[in-house]
């Protein structure tokens, strides 16, 4: 069992979600234990909208940049849906994450039936054997599939096809009520890993309800440049230097964080 395997066994990984290597390198330095990358915010770092669009090889070297810049802690990749819809090409791109660096991925199945996603867990695990964790993401809650009420009951469900197929996690982003969160957490063996969002429990309420993982998602990156939207728009109206300075790390501190 690999460290980033074993940290999914008990309490709770609140893994924070970089968007390129500085700032997985500043979450480094504030104790996570692993990173994770938000596809949302390194194709936006990058120039590329969300949602499979961005290159492979441009995916590949991000996880290389992230990998170097945290210094041997585990790297979890947001792998979107796989950058193709052929299982045999999900596999070779998961190989090429796997040898710049990555310890696991989050694959996603969009909503739709999970005899496609199984099909691609399945390809990958051929590939890379079981060192890496691939946590299953169930988007019936992102999608809005089906009626509210059924949702869980077709979690456990995809759960049961995911692990099956070789899973060694469940992502259910979107999912927040308490009693659902128990159901879902009884019902699987697979650990299972929310995303950050309004109305979700405390940590403390999460590990009490069985989570393993809960993830920031895009929402560090999305504050980050909301941020840096505000800066500029002053900046540009007025020119003034001074609310740039407030709150920033200083070209010395990030400097050092650099390998």
Same mark, same amino acid.
């Given at each position: 069992?690999?460290?980033?395997?074993?940290?999914?066994?008990?309490?709770?990984?609140?893994?924070?979600?970089?968007?390129?290597? &500085?700032?997985?390198?500043?979450?480094?330095?504030?104790? +996570?234990? %692993?990173? =994770?990358?938000?596809? #949302? @915010?390194? $194709?936006?770092?990058?120039?590329?909208?969300?949602?499979?669009?961005?290159?492979?090889?441009?995916?590949?070297?991000?996880?290389?940049?992230?990998?170097?810049?945290?210094?041997?802690?585990?790297?979890?990749?947001?792998?979107?849906? &796989?950058?193709?819809?052929?299982?045999?090409?999900?596999? +070779?791109? %998961?190989? =090429?994450?796997?040898? #710049? @660096?990555? $310890?696991?991925?989050?694959?996603?199945?969009?909503?739709?039936?999970?005899?496609?996603?199984?099909?691609?867990?399945?390809?990958?695990?051929?590939?890379?054997?079981?060192?890496?964790?691939?946590?299953?993401?169930?988007?019936?809650?992102?999608?809005?599939?089906?009626?509210?009420?059924?949702?869980?009951?077709?979690?456990?469900?995809?759960? #049961?096809?995911? $692990?099956?197929?070789?899973?060694?996690?469940?992502?259910?982003?979107?999912?927040?009520?308490?009693?659902?969160?128990?159901?879902?957490?009884?019902?699987?063996?697979?650990?299972?890993?929310?995303?950050?969002?309004?109305?979700?429990?405390?940590?403390?309420?999460?590990?009490?309800?069985?989570?393993?993982?809960?993830?920031?998602?895009?929402?560090?990156?999305? $504050?980050?440049?909301?941020?840096?939207?505000?800066?500029?728009?002053?900046?540009?109206?007025?020119?003034?230097?001074?609310?740039?300075?407030?709150?920033?790390?200083?070209?010395?501190?990030?400097?050092?964080?650099?390998?």
């Amino acid at each position: 069992m690999t460290a980033f395997h074993q940290l999914h066994r008990s309490g709770l990984l609140i893994l924070p979600n970089a968007w390129d290597a &500085g700032s997985a390198a500043v979450m480094r330095s504030l104790g +996570a234990k %692993a990173i =994770a990358t938000t596809s #949302a @915010g390194c $194709a936006w770092s990058l120039g590329w909208p969300d949602g499979d669009a961005l290159p492979i090889e441009r995916a590949v070297q991000m996880c290389a940049d992230v990998a170097r810049a945290v210094q041997g802690l585990p790297v979890s990749v947001d792998f979107e849906g &796989g950058y193709s819809e052929n299982p045999g090409d999900v596999a +070779a791109n %998961a190989v =090429a994450l796997v040898e #710049a @660096g990555a $310890a696991g991925i989050n694959i996603e199945d969009g909503g739709g039936e999970p005899g496609a996603l199984a099909a691609k867990i399945e390809a990958i695990r051929s590939k890379v054997g079981g060192d890496l964790f691939i946590n299953a993401r169930c988007d019936i809650w992102l999608r809005g599939v089906g009626a509210p009420e059924a949702r869980v009951d077709e979690a456990l469900r995809r759960a #049961a096809i995911y $692990a099956g197929s070789g899973a060694d996690g469940f992502f259910a982003p979107g999912l927040t009520a308490p009693e659902d969160i128990a159901r879902l957490t009884a019902g699987t063996p697979l650990p299972v890993n929310l995303l950050a969002a309004p109305g979700l429990p405390g940590a403390a309420e999460l590990e009490r309800l069985g989570v393993r993982r809960l993830s920031a998602g895009s929402g560090l990156a999305s $504050a980050a440049y909301g941020r840096a939207g505000e800066l500029a728009k002053a900046f540009l109206a007025d020119g003034a230097s001074e609310p740039m300075l407030e709150g920033g790390l200083g070209w010395g501190e990030m400097n050092a964080l650099m390998p």
